[in-house]
């Protein structure tokens, strides 16, 4: 489809989505988030795309809900919805690996949807905050859940009560992303952090996915251990693995994709 507000591209296996709505800091009105969305279901459905890399344009990543939207509610009793993020975490959990590269601020939703995403790099620029509070919201997306899962709960709890910015080196020391590069470079690393998980076998990708959420806060190691056995007797009877070891007999790289 012919997208207006994101800017869509490939490099190699890996798919980019960029969100362009900087003289809006690529705050989520539409139609931006129905073609985010759009854009991530064509790359899922493309064979060639292996992982891909989600970013903004200008100042933000992105900077949460368009403020219209908000002052529609305020004053005149609407109903607020961005329909596209409906089962957002559910999506992202099916979804070919993300990689999200914060090229700014990420504020609010702008955050929580990296949350549920697969690596999170960060330019020296970006500025995370949950800004909710401030707005007399609280978080959404499951962020008051998978905030504390990823960075524990007592730097979850200070961000969400507080609202303040987080500075990229703080977000790295708590670990709420993966890495900080320079800004110049962001895009490239996270095309090469895609590129180098888009060589895996996609079916292995998937399961991977499938049993960190299932296992994510399942209290019965039983549980956790069937389903890791289920999903590796499966994989051994898969081609990926047969190619991986003709590859290691062989002394060459396994040829996952043909």
Not at 95 to 106: R, T
Request: with cysteine; net charge neutral; charged share 25%.
């Amino acid at each position: 489809m012919a997208y207006q507000e994101v800017i869509v591209e490939k490099q190699g296996r890996v798919g980019i989505v960029t969100l362009n709505r900087p003289q809006r800091l690529n705050s989520l009105g539409r139609p931006m988030t129905d073609e985010m969305r759009q854009a991530l279901e064509e790359f899922n459905a493309d064979p060639e795309v292996g992982a891909i890399v989600l970013t903004g344009t200008g100042r933000a990543f992105c900077s949460g809900a368009d403020f219209q939207g908000f002052r529609a509610v305020a004053e005149g009793g609407e109903r607020f919805g961005v329909s596209a993020l409906a089962n957002w975490v559910e999506f992202v959990q099916q979804s070919k690996p993300i990689v999200c590269a914060i090229n700014g601020y990420a504020v609010g939703a702008g955050l929580t949807i990296t949350l549920p995403c697969d690596v999170r790099i960060a330019s020296e620029q970006a500025r995370l905050s949950m800004r909710f509070v401030r707005l007399g919201l609280v978080p959404e997306l499951a962020s008051t859940k998978l905030l504390a899962h990823i960075v524990g709960i007592t730097n979850a709890l200070e961000m969400m009560l507080t609202g303040r910015f987080v500075e990229a080196e703080e977000a790295l020391r708590m670990g709420l992303v993966n890495a900080v590069v320079p800004h110049e470079r962001l895009l490239e690393a996270a095309v090469a952090k895609a590129a180098e998980i888009a060589f895996n076998p996609a079916p292995t990708l998937s399961a991977i996915k499938r049993l960190v959420w299932a296992n994510l806060w399942d209290p019965d190691l039983r549980n956790v251990q069937r389903r890791e056995g289920e999903e590796f007797v499966a994989a051994m009877q898969a081609e990926p693995f047969r190619e991986a070891v003709r590859a290691f007999f062989e002394k060459r790289e396994p040829r996952f994709h043909g």
